[in-house]
Every structure is written in C-alpha cells, then in structure tokens.
C-alpha cells in the first residue's frame, strides 16, 4: 500500500504558475505509475498527466509532470494557468501504466486546491 500527500496548491492569477508535489509513503515508491488528475466544481475527475503517458490535450505545453524517485515524490509544474484550470488537484498511484486512468487507479491522495483569478 501506499499513503499519498499532495502540496503546492492555492491561488494565483491568470498567466502564473504553480508547482504541485505529491510525497509518497509506503511500498517502493518507483514501481507505481504515477499520474495526475483533476476535478473542477460540478464536472467529473479527469485525467492531467502521467509520467510515461503524457498529458491531456488542454494542459500540454503548459504543464510538465516529473518524479524524483529517491525523494518518493512526484511534481507537476503549471506555467500559463488559466480560470478553467481551477480545480481540484489529485494525485494518483497506479500497479501499472494501464491502470493509469479513472475507475482503475489503486490510490488517491486527498486532493490539493488550485484556484485561478482572471
């Protein structure tokens, strides 16, 4: 099993920039596919980016997943946010890259807040 923290959320203004980071605790934090997801106020939880799986049409070439697995923790930097970017922000572990994806993930961290002003 594995606990996971997520950090690095709040508000920020359009155009600015933020950077998640996701500590994880437990099994051996490498053999896990790692992902991030989001869940905007009355829309379902959707898929951001994965380490080895890339990212969603709407965040490419603004964000940038990354893992540093010495460190059991996963980051996401957001350049260029938006208002429709705010949303909650989750955290995923997955057994393998094919889990990787709503309805199949093994762990959910508790979610960061990330709030954009126009």
């Known amino acids: 099993q594995v606990q996971l923290v997520e950090s690095g959320g709040g508000l920020v203004q359009a155009g600015g920039s933020l950077r998640l980071s996701c500590a994880a605790s437990?099994?051996?934090?490498?053999?896990?596919?790692m992902g991030w997801f989001r869940q905007a106020p009355g829309k379902e939880r959707e898929f951001v980016a994965g380490?080895?799986?890339g990212y969603s049409d709407s965040v490419q070439g603004r964000f940038a997943i990354s893992r540093d697995n010495a460190k059991n923790t996963l980051y996401l930097q957001m350049n260029s946010l938006q208002p429709e970017d705010t949303a909650v922000y989750y955290c995923?572990?997955?057994?393998?890259?094919?889990?990787?994806?709503?309805?199949?993930?093994?762990?959910w961290g508790q979610g960061t807040q990330v709030t954009v002003s126009s």
């Open positions: 437990g099994r051996t934090f490498s053999g896990y596919a």
């Open positions: 995923a572990a997955a057994y393998s890259l094919q889990r990787l994806r709503i309805g199949a993930i093994d762990y």
């Open positions: 380490s080895s799986r």
